[in-house]
């Protein structure tokens, strides 16, 4: 064979020199090989355009001019060709068949410029658009329990079927979004088939599914790859056990007697209302007996007999999830119980604490529940008597009640006390008696009574007692020791502070030293304030004393609160009057009658009464030598106790007479003071 350069052939075409390789003998026909159909003609195609492969043998010349061809229905009917295409490389592209859906027959063939024809090759164009009919698929009525398998039954769509038939099914699952099973929602690859085959003889499992709802979604796909409309099922899914609870518990976990148990069983997916005998159902068993089985969401028994008591309680729900701890399921809900029918023994301790007669306890004792934390009482009444009995203020402190009696309230005598304990299932013991046997019963004053007394003055007070006769004012002193009696009652001027004091002993008359007494100075209305409290310690000869500071006047009060061991007391109440302040002045010590008036001022002082808009009223009084005082005149103070009176002497038997002017304040209410004049002060007439 040579190899030669072939120029000029066809004038439209130039041709560089090729190399090509021995040609065939000028005999020899032209021929297409290998005819293929992009895609595979044994595939259909969704689309009506094809695209065809050859390999290209030659005879005579090394290319052909044409490439003809002519398309045939599944009849054999001429649907359209012979069609002449022109310098193709080897392909026709696009081809294309009608819109109607058929496996068509093509014929190709090549053709040189002489006309010279090869034998026609042949191949099938399948096209196939057409939806399929959706699937008819189902999921399992009910509810799935926890790890059971889902499966989904697919029924074959209906005929009739398209031309293609049907692939096979492709399926998405979620939980209410809407999905799609395959990525273009027009065509379905291979890969997207999830169950191959025109028909589904068993059941597809689709494993064990999420908690909840799960909605499969199907298309069938045809050979073409077109998916069908969606059909949907429901998968209905629940994993969990039902919740229990347990009522008719006592609080404290005792019960006094037979309790009813009630199991309730409740489920936010599949539930547990009654369904027949497999349906949900609630058990309970008391100390490993048989259980109580009741349909539905409740079941009860009855637990009785002194001691504690093991309740188990489970249920299945309509999934068929159930928590008795049977193969791998959740154990039983458990709950202890416990029966106590025996009421405590309750005792008095077996005496007094001498440093604390007041305290009284009183011993619960219970071998099954124990005693109550958080109740019991001590109570008393006078001893021989029938009345009713009056709780004292009583604590729990462990297996002990115990309560203070304040034996300084109540008279003295004799005193019964009772005890009421309880246990921690409710039952009741009382007791009048001690752990010893005896009676409880004490005698009053429990303490070592105590004495007070109080009145003005120190250790001593020097008194002077004064009379007045026969126009004289005579005087004696007295020294008094004993507070109590003192007089009761004491004035003094205003802004003076007086001594106040006292003796503390006991009953024999022996002193208490080192114990507080609280003195309360008790002021009346319009002071400020209007209570004062001083805490003030008796001296090893029971004596204490302290000064009373300046201001209105006053109740004073000393008392002794008690201890343990001593009995409250309280001394008489006395009384310290404190004289106003009042001040006088005049303009002048002379006035001319029918001159220029005198001017009459003066104030109260208000310190320590409280403040006030209202003044005060001051009455203006005078006097001439032989005749008594008389008032001529009452004005108003201000707020401040600030007053003043302008007066003219008028009257010719004024002249060379000395007269002498004061100011009282009189008692009014509100007004902390007692009634007080003022210095006379002189003017003369002239």
């Known amino acids: 064979m040579k190899v030669k350069c072939l120029l000029g052939l066809v004038a439209a075409v130039a041709m560089s020199c090729l190399s090509l390789p021995a040609l065939a003998s000028a005999a020899d026909p032209l021929q297409i090989a290998n005819l293929k159909v992009e895609g595979g003609e044994e595939n259909w195609h969704a689309e009506n355009v094809f695209r065809l492969e050859w390999d290209e043998v030659s005879g005579v010349l090394p290319y052909s001019l044409a490439v003809l061809y002519r398309t045939y229905d599944a009849e054999g009917n001429l649907v359209e060709g012979p069609i002449r295409v022109t310098g193709t490389p080897g392909a026709l592209d696009p081809v294309e068949v009608p819109p109607t859906p058929g496996a068509y027959r093509i014929e190709v063939w090549l053709e040189d410029e002489e006309g010279q024809k090869d034998p026609p090759v042949e191949a099938t164009l399948r096209f196939d658009d057409a939806v399929p009919p959706p699937p008819a698929p189902e999921a399992p009525s009910g509810w799935l329990a926890a790890q059971q398998n889902a499966v989904l039954t697919i029924a074959p769509p209906p005929a009739p079927l398209p031309l293609s038939g049907i692939r096979g099914y492709a399926i998405s699952l979620d939980g209410g979004s809407g999905s799609f099973p395959c990525a273009n929602p027009n065509r379905c690859n291979p890969g997207e088939i999830d169950v191959p085959g025109e028909v589904v003889d068993d059941g597809i499992s689709l494993g064990a599914l999420p908690e909840g709802t799960t909605f499969a979604r199907i298309v069938a796909v045809s050979g073409s790859g077109v ?77 009785a007999g002194n001691g504690l008591h093991r309740v188990a309680y489970f249920a299945r729900d309509a999934a068929g999830n159930v928590n008795d701890g049977a193969l791998g399921s959740p154990p039983p809900a458990t709950a202890t119980i416990g029966i106590d029918e025996v009421p405590p023994q309750v005792r008095f301790a077996p005496g007094q604490d001498p440093d604390e007669p007041e305290r009284i306890e009183a011993i619960v004792a219970d071998s099954l529940s124990g005693p109550s934390t958080d109740r019991g009482a001590i109570a008393l009444r006078a001893s021989g008597g029938r009345g009713r009995f009056t709780e004292l203020p009583t604590r729990v402190s462990g297996d002990r009640l115990v309560a203070h009696w304040d034996s300084d309230s109540y008279p003295p005598g004799g005193y019964e006390f009772l005890a009421t304990g309880f246990d921690r299932a409710g039952n009741v013991g009382r007791s009048a008696q001690r752990s010893n046997g005896q009676k409880m019963v004490l005698v009053n004053p429990l303490k070592q009574p105590v004495a007070l007394e109080a009145g003005f003055g120190g250790r001593r007070l020097v008194w002077h007692r004064c009379s007045r006769r026969r126009g004289k004012r005579r005087c004696h002193r007295e020294t008094i020791s004993g507070f109590d009696a003192r007089p009761a009652t004491r004035s003094i001027p205003f802004g003076h502070g007086v001594l106040f004091g006292g003796r503390l002993k006991n009953s024999a008359g022996a002193p208490l030293g080192s114990q507080e007494v609280t003195v309360t100075e008790t002021f009346p209305a319009g002071s400020e304030p209007r209570r004062r409290t001083t805490l003030a310690h008796s001296a090893p000869d029971g004596t204490f004393s302290l000064r009373l500071a300046p201001g209105p006047s006053r109740e004073v009060s000393a008392a002794f609160a008690g201890t343990p061991t001593l009995t409250r007391a309280a001394a008489r109440s006395v009384h310290l009057g404190v004289l106003a302040s009042v001040r006088l002045h005049a303009s002048a010590s002379t006035a001319k009658v029918g001159g220029a008036p005198v001017v009459f001022s003066g104030s109260v002082d208000r310190t320590g009464a409280a403040p006030s808009r209202e003044g005060l009223p001051v009455e203006l009084q005078f006097r001439y030598p032989g005749a008594g005082w008389n008032e001529f005149r009452t004005v108003t103070s201000d707020r401040h106790g600030r007053f003043r009176y302008a007066y003219r002497f008028s009257d010719d038997d004024s002249r060379g007479v000395r007269f002498q002017f004061r100011a009282f304040v009189g008692k009014k209410e509100g007004w902390p003071y007692e009634p007080a004049f003022s210095r006379p002060v002189a003017v003369t007439g002239r």
């Open 227 to 303: 998916p069908s409309s969606v059909a949907t099922a429901v998968f209905k899914v629940d994993t969990t056990p039902p919740q229990l609870s347990l009522s008719g518990l006592p609080p404290s976990g005792w019960s006094d007697g037979p309790l009813q148990l009630t199991a309730r069983a409740t489920d936010r997916l599949s539930g547990v209302a009654p369904a027949g005998p497999v349906g949900p159902f609630t058990a309970i068993a008391v100390d490993g007996s048989l259980p109580t089985v009741d349909r539905g969401g409740e079941a009860s028994t009855v637990v």
